[in-house]
Each structure stands twice: as structure tokens, then as C-alpha cells.
């Protein structure tokens, strides 16, 4: 899919995106080191700011680690809003940096996995999960092997063509995460396909399962669907930030044939587990600012005040 550029995006009402863009691609033209002391500066400062973000944050934790100390609890708040900085830095990365200069800050860990999923050209589905380094994940995985990528439209049309540029740069599509016909036909022809199943879509096309230690979380029956209907092997794709400051390792894990295909709740429950194995490679650094448990089964209160 390619969005195609409009006079329209050159309207007063763009400037103050452009002027945004423009800003962060002069930004990530510095030095690895100095972005990285940068991004995690700004979202310290951001916390500030952003304390309806910081609530979520803290129920989440407590929903998910009811025994975590209130001081652990805390440290892993304020690293998260860190990488929440350091994920808009990185985010300009995916966009705006050059082949060369990504591919000296990650490596590869268990790049064979993929290679053996896709044998016979048969599909796969690149299961996912939402670090704030997401967006640059996917520029490294491309990078490793071109791929296509379920998303959501951008609201904003010079957002939507920005980011759709920025992510084909070394991926082939991306494809609405509800147009379930395409993204059958894209496994069916031996396509490796991104598809991220751990937020709360809602009610709709779901399953209540337990995630971490929430009884009934809204999982999504995505991954069900599409491989009873593709016959798609699938496999865990994880891009995590080193703490040491020296970029990144991209995690490849092996094809999860023991996946439950038959029963939703199985599924679903199944594929929690296998997101709560990829957040714990990198708590602080997990979208814990997303309402992961707004839907609630009919009849329960809310779990966020």
C-alpha cells in the first residue's frame, strides 16, 4: 500500500506537523549517545505532564504484579516514562535514519527460527507486542527480512502518509488490521505478516482470558482467526533496548507449534502467556500507559477510577 503525497498536506493547517517533523528529523541526526541521554531527559520531564498516562501506568502494574512493592513499583514508572521518550527518538530513527546507520545498533538473536517457519514458502504470522521501541522494531525487522504489518490508519492524513513512508522503507505493505481478507491472502502466499494481539480492542471478536494476574482480560481473537483460516505458522518477534546504551537486540523465538487452534479461550489464554513472556525480557519498557484492561465482561465495574 503506498499513500500518495497531496497538495492538500501543504494547508496552514499542516504547519504546525511539519514544523514537529522537520524538528525531530534535525533531532535524530545526532550522535547515538547524546539521543539516548535526549529521549530518556524528555520523557522524565514528560511525567510532569502526562499524569492521567502516569495513573494508568501505576493501576496496570498493580493489576498485573499485585505483590511488586510500592518503591519497585515506582523505579519501573519512572524507566517506563524514560523509554516512553526515548520511543519518540526512536520512532524518527524508523523514519528518517539510513539502512547503514540502523544496522550498526542491533543485532539478531534466533534469525534461523524465522528462515525454518518460512520453509516451503509457507506464512507466517510475526506475533508482536507494544515496547515503546515498536515503530524502529519494525524498521530493524524489515531490515532482516521485509515483511507486511497490520496497523491502524493514522486520523491525521499527513500523519498517515508519513508514517505509511516511513514504515515501507524496508517493509512490503501495510495492511488495516481489520481487512481480515487481505491479511488471509497475504499468509496464504507465504507472507510473513506483524500482527501484535496483546491491547484491548474491545468487546467485539474477543475472548476474556487471564493475563498476568487479571482473571479476565479482553484478548483479541485475531490470531485465532487468522490461523484457522491461514494455516500460518507463527512465531514472537521482540525488539528490546540494551541498557547499556549500545543499541539493540532483536529477539526471534521459534515457531509456537503447540499453539491451541481449536478452542478461543486456549488460544487466547495460550498467547497471553506468550506476551507475558516478551514484556518480562523488558518491563520498563512496555506500553503499560494503554488501558489494557478497559473492557470489562458485563456486569463487572471498572478497573481504572
Known amino acids: 500500500m503506498m499513500v500518495s503525497f497531496k497538495l492538500g498536506f501543504l494547508h496552514p493547517r499542516y504547519w504546525v506537523t511539519w514544523i514537529g517533523l522537520a524538528l525531530l528529523r534535525l533531532l535524530v541526526q545526532l550522535p547515538y549517545p547524546v539521543?539516548?541521554?535526549?529521549?530518556?531527559?524528555?520523557?522524565?520531564?514528560?511525567?510532569?505532564?502526562?499524569?492521567?498516562?502516569?495513573?494508568?501506568?501505576?493501576?496496570?502494574?498493580?493489576?498485573?504484579f499485585p505483590v511488586m512493592s510500592e518503591a519497585l513499583r515506582d523505579a519501573l514508572i519512572a524507566k517506563n516514562f524514560m523509554s516512553l521518550g526515548m520511543g519518540l527518538i526512536e520512532t524518527g530513527m524508523a523514519w528518517f535514519w539510513s539502512d547503514k546507520r540502523v544496522r550498526r545498533w542491533f543485532d539478531v538473536e534466533g534469525y534461523q527460527n524465522l528462515l525454518a517457519a518460512q520453509a516451503n514458502e509457507r506464512?507466517?504470522?510475526?506475533?508482536?507486542?507494544?515496547?515503546?521501541?515498536l515503530e524502529l522494531g519494525g524498521r530493524v525487522m524489515g531490515l532482516c527480512q521485509p515483511m507486511m504489518a497490520t496497523y491502524r490508519p493514522h486520523n491525521n492524513p499527513l500523519m498517515e502518509w508519513v508514517q505509511t513512508r516511513g514504515r515501507m522503507r524496508s517493509n512490503k505493505n501495510m495492511i488495516d488490521r481489520r481487512n481480515l481478507k487481505e491479511l488471509v491472502n497475504a499468509l496464504k502466499q507465504g507472507e510473513a505478516v506483524w500482527f501484535a494481539p496483546d491491547q484491548?480492542?474491545?468487546?467485539?471478536?474477543?475472548?476474556?482470558?487471564?493475563?498476568?494476574?487479571?482473571?479476565?482480560a479482553a484478548t483479541t481473537n485475531g490470531t485465532f482467526v487468522l490461523s484457522r483460516l491461514?494455516?500460518?505458522?507463527?512465531?514472537?518477534?521482540?525488539?528490546?533496548?540494551?541498557?547499556?546504551?549500545?543499541?539493540?537486540?532483536?529477539?526471534?523465538?521459534?515457531?509456537?507449534?503447540?499453539?491451541p487452534c481449536m478452542d478461543e479461550f486456549a488460544a487466547a489464554s495460550y498467547m497471553n502467556k506468550v506476551i507475558e513472556r516478551?514484556?518480562?525480557?523488558?518491563?520498563?519498557?512496555?506500553?503499560?500507559?494503554?488501558r489494557r484492561f478497559k473492557t470489562r465482561p458485563l456486569g463487572e465495574p471498572s478497573l481504572y477510577n
Open 200 to 216: 484491548d480492542y474491545g468487546r467485539k471478536g474477543s475472548t476474556f482470558a487471564p493475563f498476568f494476574s487479571v482473571k479476565n
Open 35 to 64: 539521543l539516548v541521554r535526549l529521549g530518556s531527559g524528555l520523557g522524565h520531564l514528560s511525567r510532569r505532564f502526562l499524569k492521567r498516562r502516569e495513573r494508568i501506568a501505576r493501576r496496570n502494574l498493580e493489576l498485573c
Open 230 to 259: 491461514s494455516g500460518a505458522k507463527m512465531l514472537t518477534v521482540t525488539m528490546v533496548r540494551k541498557t547499556d546504551g549500545s543499541g539493540y537486540s532483536l529477539h526471534i523465538g521459534p515457531a509456537l507449534n503447540d499453539y
Open 123 to 133: 506464512g507466517v504470522m510475526v506475533v508482536g507486542v507494544h515496547f515503546m521501541s
Open 278 to 290: 516478551e514484556i518480562l525480557r523488558a518491563p520498563e519498557q512496555y506500553l503499560w500507559i494503554h
